[in-house]
């Protein structure tokens, strides 16, 4: 389940409804799938989208999309620092950039013009589309990452990312990842 934060005005939302809404106001699709299968830390590509295959096929299909892959990011995954260091740099892509969270989780940061920063974590379930264009940056966490996703592009050239070099992102390193009540 889904935290969204605005750190500037120390606002925290779970309530899934008021996340959706708040971030398709925004132009950010975001939605919940029934996530049910439990995955092994050595399962496959292909037995990660074939076991979602059902709710992935009409959802490229409307969307035009046609490439699927699966991101795993965990403490044994080597280079981790360096990898970070890319997702935590604000940038854009050229096409939507989506992610389904089979488990794990992670932090998106979103930059929006005449708005305050706010991340939206996303865990098990979650379905996000930052559309094309959009400043974001991605975290996995520092320690002990641990983030398993559905990747779903048109082409997967336009995941490139176009770094915007703001520095923006370093204001909040210091953030945790939000916690549960």
Not at 6 to 30: C, H, K
Not at 168 to 174: G, K, P
């Amino acid at each position: 389940m889904a935290i969204l934060s605005i750190p500037n005005q120390q606002v925290q939302v779970t309530d899934p409804q008021e996340i959706r809404a708040f971030m398709n106001d925004r132009g950010i699709f975001f939605d919940q799938w029934f996530c049910d299968v439990e995955f092994e830390d050595h399962a496959s590509t292909e037995e990660i989208l074939a076991a979602y295959h059902s709710d992935l096929d009409p959802f490229m299909k409307n969307g035009g999309y046609q490439t699927a892959d699966v991101i795993s990011i965990n403490s044994l995954t080597e280079n981790y620092e360096a990898i970070r260091a890319k997702f935590l740099a604000e940038h854009t892509h050229s096409e939507d950039e989506i992610r389904f969270f089979v488990d794990g989780q992670g932090l998106f940061w979103f930059h929006l013009e005449n708005e305050d920063v706010f991340n939206l974590l996303c865990e098990r379930g979650d379905l996000i589309s930052v559309p094309a264009g959009t400043k974001h940056w991605f975290d996995a966490g520092e320690k002990l990452p641990f983030v398993k996703a559905i990747r779903i592009f048109i082409d997967m050239s336009g995941w490139i990312p176009e770094y915007t070099e703001s520095g923006l992102e370093q204001q909040f390193n210091e953030f945790n990842f939000p916690k549960r009540g």
